[in-house]
């Protein structure tokens, strides 16, 4: 796999950033997510019917993408009743998608099997996904499968009929596409989900980006456009409101060891129109030396690209692993600029991000840090530096360590002896995070010293501005 997917599962991150865009909470480790539901919510009978309809020694498993359980809900046939979806493995390793649902009044009983979906590769469900593309009132049941080697994946598009009995046969796919990344998303504004795929031939380097519609028990491809196809791989599609009042896609892929480029497409008279990078501007715009994931990543129901900006103030002579980036997320404003909605430092290694006050641009950077115990083991953490905009002059804002649990009471202590405010974020995994506020220089003039303390953050605004990176 290539460095620059640096944050597996993407749709399980978009985490931090995309996990926004659908309203989704990380609020449970990769293996609670894998059990059967439980007694709350009225799921008791619900747990029992999937533990008998499991095949022997079969096992839960999550989609590569979307959903963040292994059962979800919805209401896959439009009678007006959610079916249970169970994705999980056989003994055999051969995932399978099965869906269950509930009988009424002068029906059977409780819940009970429907149909079981299986794969044929063998690498597992990529995406699932449960929509009316067509409005009818009847929803589309969406599945991607892994596949080896070329193409990627492969999608089947169903249509369930309510009464249909399929216990023993399961329905039959309106169609079967080939994909390399494929969305559901409002790509012209019209309300409507349409369904976006990009398709790849990697050895012919080409590539293209399609949309389909659902009409009258068909699938449409109603456009298609040719895309950069010498990248090593798109591995990420957004799809939705990409400025005030408009609508398109972002496209992130791969190239070489580590970079990466983002593309934006934008509806426009019944087409899509490139509008990143700037036809007119400098190309190099689009690239980024290391992997960024397009979305909502600020949560206002706009898309917005990401880009890395080099932390000011690193050593000129820095190598690539040394290099700290502040991650920008930039918004169109339906014309001609990229705005800067959001910055924030992360830290992969230690699993924490932090955000940016808006009166911070410009004007903080991080670097990092070591510090010794008195047992001699070293931690490191990063100073957050207020960069005093006429002289350059730099000064730590406050510093934030990624503690173990057993070693938190000393670091404490010498933290005391040093003064200034202490304050723990947040206890995780066993380990402590906090932070040490600095104080200005005692050199610095009186003006710079109020601009100093005017942007660094109180223990609220250090809460508020700090979260966890899931590790998966």
């Given at each position: 796999m290539n460095s620059w997917l640096r944050r597996p599962l993407l749709a399980l991150l978009s985490a931090s950033a995309l996990m926004s865009t659908a309203g989704c909470q990380y609020t449970m480790t990769p293996a609670d997510l894998l059990t059967v539901p439980q007694a709350e919510d009225g799921n008791t009978e619900l747990a029992q019917?999937?533990?008998?309809?499991?095949?022997?020694?079969?096992?839960?498993?999550?989609?590569?993408?979307?959903?963040?359980?292994a059962v979800r809900k919805a209401d896959v046939d439009g009678d007006g009743r959610k079916e249970a979806i169970v994705t999980y493995v056989t003994d055999l390793d051969t995932e399978?998608?099965?869906?269950?649902?509930?009988?009424?009044?002068?029906?059977?009983?409780?819940?009970?099997?429907?149909?079981t979906l299986a794969e044929s590769t063998g690498y597992g469900v990529d995406?699932?996904?449960?929509?009316?593309?067509?409005?009818?009132?009847?929803?589309?049941?969406?599945?991607?499968?892994?596949?080896?080697?070329?193409?990627?994946?492969?999608?089947?598009?169903?249509?369930?009929?309510?009464?249909?009995?399929?216990?023993?046969?399961?329905?039959?796919?309106l169609a079967e596409l080939t994909y390399e990344q494929a969305k559901l998303g409002d790509v012209d504004g019209n309300g409507k989900a349409e369904l976006v795929v990009i398709q790849h031939e990697r050895e012919q380097m080409t590539a293209s980006l399609h949309l389909y519609r659902v009409s009258a028990g068909q699938v449409k491809d109603e456009l298609a456009a040719p895309i950069d196809g010498t990248v090593d791989g798109y591995y990420n599609l957004a799809v939705g409101q990409i400025a005030a009042g408009r609508y398109g896609v972002i496209m992130d892929g791969g190239i070489g060891a580590h970079s990466s480029l983002t593309n934006v497409l934008a509806w426009a008279n019944g087409r899509l129109m490139r509008v990143y990078p700037p036809v007119s501007g400098r190309e190099e715009e689009q690239w980024n030396a290391s992997s960024t994931f397009s979305g909502d990543g600020n949560g206002d129901g706009i898309l917005d690209i990401e880009t890395l900006v080099d932390a000011p103030g690193q050593p000129e002579d820095r190598s690539y692993a040394d290099?700290?980036?502040?991650?920008?997320?930039?918004?169109?404003?339906?014309?001609r600029k990229f705005d800067v909605v959001q910055q924030r430092y992360a830290d992969y290694g230690q699993g924490y991000a932090f955000s940016f006050p808006d009166g911070w641009y410009g004007q903080v950077t991080v670097s990092r840090l070591e510090h010794t115990l008195d047992e001699g083991v070293a931690i490191e953490g990063t100073a957050f530096e207020y960069v005093e905009p006429k002289t350059k002059r730099r000064a730590p804002l406050f510093w934030l360590y990624a503690v173990p649990l057993k070693q938190w009471d000393t670091?404490?202590?010498?933290?005391?002896?040093?003064?200034?405010?202490?304050?723990?974020?947040?206890?995780?995994?066993?380990?402590?995070?906090?932070?040490?506020?600095r104080e200005a220089p005692k050199g610095w003039e009186d003006e710079i010293r109020k601009r100093f303390e005017a942007i660094r953050p109180g223990a609220d605004e250090l809460a508020k501005r700090f979260e966890l990176i899931p590790d998966y």
């Open positions: 019917a999937i533990r008998v309809a499991l095949p022997p020694r079969a096992k839960l498993t999550l989609s590569d993408q979307g959903s963040l359980a399978q998608v099965m869906v269950m649902r509930a009988g009424a009044s002068g029906e059977r009983q409780g819940w009970h099997k429907w149909f995406w699932l996904e449960v929509d009316d593309l067509d409005d009818d009132g009847r929803p589309e049941l969406v599945v991607g499968w892994n596949e080896y080697d070329e193409p990627q994946h492969r999608l089947f598009i169903y249509t369930i009929a309510a009464d249909a009995d399929l216990q023993q046969s399961p329905p039959v796919p290099t700290l980036w502040i991650e920008e997320r930039r918004q169109w404003d339906g014309n670091l404490e202590q010498q933290w005391k002896a040093e003064g200034g405010a202490i304050h723990v974020l947040t206890k995780s995994a066993g380990m402590t995070y906090a932070v040490l506020e």
